[in-house]
T-cell receptor
Framework: DSGVTQTPKHLITATGQRVTLRCSPR?????VYWYQQSLDQGLQFLIQYYNGEERAKGNILERFSAQQFPDLHSELNLSSLELGDSALYFC???FGPGPMNTEAFFGQGTRLTVV | QQQVKQSPQSLIVQKGGISIINCAYE??????FPWYQQFPGKGPALLIA?????SEKKEGRFTISFNKSAKQFSLHIMDSQPGDSATYFCAASRTSGSRLTFGEGTQLTVNP
């Protein structure tokens, strides 16, 4: 168990809908990262938050957004869903960045199926 | 410049054999190179990591070899076991606290 909790584990929704994925980082970790894993694209970085602030952005679609709350949990919002958004979405957490940082630990993921 | 190339895509090894997975990177700003192991239905789990100030790091049966001049690094799994059958990802980042750029993954099968 990595200590990173993601909910829900599975999600099935229709095209055009909006969903929210939730992530609770490991105790003490301040950074949260979101990754998308699909068969043809591998593991792709979406966005990073550090202590409530957006720190880095990857190839995240404009239809997607995220935030990190004061209790450090994070939510990834996916809207106007398309069939191609079907994928595994992983959250990872680490203490840093910074000199006291730890490695990134991944949650079990949320499998999103858009039908 | 952000890419990490990984090979082979799949690998079949006999029990007790050596599994070797290779990665190459382009961005010379990368200074942290972890390997992750992923079982079906699970999230990637950190296996071993190296920084470019050393050429090799060993943890149990797992060894990372790092060649800074060639911008390449590899994972060696000694005495491979059926329980090692999983997908392995190499990755790179600027520090251990920033975004990871992943390789495409290698599906390892260790036959009994």
């Amino acid at each position: 168990d990595s200590g990173v909790t993601q909910t829900p584990k599975h999600l099935i929704t229709a095209t055009g809908q909006r969903v929210t994925l939730r992530c609770s980082p490991r105790s003490g970790d301040l950074s949260v990262y979101w990754y998308q894993q699909s068969l043809d694209q591998g593991l792709q970085f979406l966005i990073q938050y550090y202590n409530g602030e957006e720190r880095a952005k990857g190839n995240i679609l404009e239809r997607f957004s995220a935030q990190q709350f004061p209790d450090l949990h994070s939510e990834l919002n996916l809207s106007s869903l398309e069939l191609g958004d079907s994928a595994l979405y992983f959250c990872a957490s680490s203490f840093g960045p910074g000199p006291m940082n730890t490695e990134a630990f991944f949650g079990q993921g949320t499998r999103l199926t858009v039908v | 410049q952000q890419q990490v190339k990984q090979s082979p895509q799949s690998l079949i090894v006999q029990k007790g054999g050596i599994s070797i997975i290779n990665c190459a990177y382009e961005n010379t700003a990368f200074d942290y190179f972890p390997w992750y192991q992923q079982f079906p239905g699970k999230g990637p789990a950190l296996l071993i990591a190296i920084r470019p100030d050393v050429s090799e790091k060993k943890e149990g049966r797992f060894t990372i070899s790092f060649n800074k001049s060639a911008k390449q690094f590899s994972l060696h799994i000694m005495d491979s076991q059926p329980g090692d059958s999983a997908t392995y990802f190499c990755a790179a980042s600027r520090t251990s606290g920033s975004r990871l750029t992943f390789g495409e993954g290698t599906q390892l099968t260790v036959n009994p």
